[in-house]
């Protein structure tokens, strides 16, 4: 077999080669990520099935090639020493996948968002600044309004607006044509503009958005921005966002969502016919000292990268944790944690995805844990249910906010998701009153066998005295290495082995992305939060449970029994 790498094509194509490369892709002949196998797949079942009545949609090479021509006609690369630009195979799929399938009947596009994830030097620039230039004065839209968008003005005029403007004016044809200022590039031919826009922008009403280019969202903590932009195509017949980006360091938010949900689109459980997906990527850590496997992530190596470069690099970086943990993510497309002391990975916790029926654990024992706040934030409790048949824990997890808190909203958090969902409550008070986390394990002391509730002391005396009065029976957690350290390392086993449960609880996921780790003289662990916004409550009830839940996990099943004994149903009898 011959292992080819997209940088075979050195010369403008008189054609689109994205069905070409999609099939190379499927027999071997290009090495490509388990996801990029996937969307190639997905492009040739199309291909079989376009026009029928259960799928409305054509593939037109003309229709995909057309950006393409143009980009590599008139846009000019802004620095190096190449004079033109030369789009790759897999751009010729990217680009000629998201022009090129249109709806047979109307012939509108068929795709309005896609998202290309690549790791970093791979033309990522080049593909959001051509389409830009391309979309301002070709795409048949008069009045296209374009933006280029990121976290902040800073770095969105950085990014792909800094490299379209020195592109308009390294080209001699795009320079008499379009008018560029710091602040926007106008095509007055068809009346469009590009411009840049942020979360911080002072103005972002009446947008009416023809193109959006999402310039590095694993940066983006929510859908704020992402939704004013949506909500601002209403007035377009086929207007288009895309995502363009690498990995990162932020394990919630909306890259994470979109990564996860092309895995469910790609491989078929979930349908959506309108959104592309190109996601570049090692397969596994283990793929990483593997210089073959490299162009899995890097898909224009042997063009705009060299692999001597990158083995040179590479074997410098890995001596370090931070610099080995920032190139991984940023050259191999692995999303990952910046600090080598955050609790776990992300590949970590998507082995803990497994949903069970919470009816299953109706009369089962549990530990309790709780967490009070110092002040107006969050208050969290839990209960941990250990499975010893299997090995595995059940996470249930509740939380409360005051609602000034969520009024505020200068912290980026969905606490509204959050509430629909049923996983937080928002308290009408300027505090969280700890009447709510009583009547909370009342209520599940109806439906759950809870033998014990844990705490740390702090705030805790009145709930405390009430919970024992009522008859639960509550044990102190001591906040310090040696006690803590034990829970946390033996619940990221648990972690690691994937047997933590919890139903994909979004906002435990969060509290435990949140967790950077202190380590003493001794090698003892005690959980920190990043920073005064990225909160750990719930994970600290978590722990103060699972300091005693990790006993009863040793506990073996009496055989030939369908009930689970734990140490204390043991002891009773």
Partial sequence: MTILTTSKLDNPSPRLLATDYARAVLDGEIVASRKVRLACKRHLNDLEKQGTEDFPFIFIEEKGHRPIRYIEKFCKPSKGKHDRIVMQMWQHFCIGSIYGWIHKDTGLRRYTSGLIMVARKNGKSGIGSGLSVYSASSDGERGADVYVLANSMKQVRKTIYDETAKMIKASPVLKRNFRVTRDAAYYDKTNSIIEPQASDSEKLDGLNTHLAIFDEIHEFKDYKLINIVENSTSYREQPLLLYITTAGYQLDGPLIDYYEEADQVL???????????????????????????????????????????????????????????????????????????????????????KIIDMKQLHGRP????????????????????????????????????????????????????????????????????????????????????????????????????????????????????????????????????????????????????????????????????????????????????????????????????????????????
């Fill in 267 to 353: 491989d078929g459980p979930l349908k959506n016919d309108r959104m592309f997906y190109f996601i570049a990527e090692l397969d596994s850590l283990d793929e990483i000292d593997d210089s073959s496997k490299w162009v899995k992530a890097n898909p224009n190596l042997g063009v705009t990268i060299k692999l001597e470069k990158m083995q040179e690099e590479w074997a410098i970086a890995k001596r370090t944790p931070e610099k080995r943990t920032d190139y991984i993510t940023k050259r191999f497309n692995i999303f990952s944690k910046a600090d080598q002391m955050a609790y776990l990975d992300y590949e970590t916790i998507q082995k803990n995805k």
């Fill in 366 to 573: 549990c530990t309790g844990g709780y967490d009070l706040s110092e002040t107006e934030d969050f208050t969290s409790a839990c209960l941990e249910f250990p499975l010893p048949e299997t090995g595995e824990v059940f996470v249930l997890s509740h939380s409360w906010i005051p609602r000034k808190k969520v009024i505020a909203a200068n912290e980026k958090i969905p606490y509204m998701e959050w509430a629909e969902a049923g996983l937080l409550t928002i308290s009408d008070h300027d505090y969280v009153q700890y009447e709510m986390v009583y009547d909370w394990f009342i209520e599940q002391s109806k439906k759950y066998q809870i033998e014990l509730i844990t705490y740390d002391r702090a705030n805790a005396f009145r709930l405390n005295l009430d919970l024992e009065k009522y008859g639960f029976k509550t044990q102190k957690v001591a906040q310090g290495h040696l006690t803590l350290s034990p829970a946390m390392k033996d619940l990221k086993h648990l972690f690691l082995d994937g047997k933590v449960i919890s139903n994909n609880n979004p906002l435990l996921r969060w509290y435990i992305n949140n967790i950077q780790l202190v380590k003493d003289r001794n090698g003892n662990l005690m959980p920190t939060k990043q920073n005064r916004y990225r909160k750990i409550d719930g994970f600290a009830a978590l722990l103060n449970a699972h300091t005693n839940v990790m006993t009863d996990l040793t506990t073996p099943v009496e055989a030939g029994t369908v009930k689970v004994w734990s140490i204390k149903d043991l002891m009773r009898r």
